[in-house]
C-alpha cells in the first residue's frame, strides 16, 4: 500500500515504522470513504509477523483462489483511486 507516500506528502515529520496503515492514513488529507477505511483495515490484517506461525497457517487456510482473486482487485482498485489521487493534486 501506498498511504506512506501520503504521509511524506502531508507531514513535515519522517514516517513512522508501523504498518497500521488505518493510523496512517488519518494523518493524511486523503478523504477515505468508510468502506475504504474499513479495505485497510482488513488488508492491514494479512501482515502477518512470521513469529506467529499458527496466525501465518490460519491464513494461509484462507488463502484459496477465489479469496486472493478478490483481495487482488480490491487491492489493485484501491491503488488505483490513490494514484488518482496524486494526479488531482498535481492538476
Do not use: G
Not at 506528502?9 to 504498518?19: N, Y
Not at 479495505?39 to 512470521?50: C, H, P, V, W, Y
Amino acid at each position: 500500500m501506498q498511504v506512506k507516500a501520503f504521509w511524506v506528502r502531508d507531514s513535515a515529520e519522517d514516517v513512522p515504522w508501523i504498518h497500521n496503515l488505518s493510523k496512517l492514513a488519518k494523518e493524511t488529507r486523503l478523504n477515505l470513504s468508510e468502506e475504504q477505511k474499513k479495505l485497510i483495515d482488513e488488508i492491514a490484517t494479512f501482515n502477518i509477523q512470521a513469529r506467529y506461525p499458527d496466525q501465518k497457517f490460519e491464513f494461509y487456510k484462507r488463502c484459496t483462489k477465489e479469496f486472493t482473486t478478490i483481495w487482488f482487485q480490491k487491492i489493485k482498485d484501491f491503488y488505483q483511486w490513490l494514484l488518482s489521487q496524486i494526479e488531482l493534486e498535481q492538476a
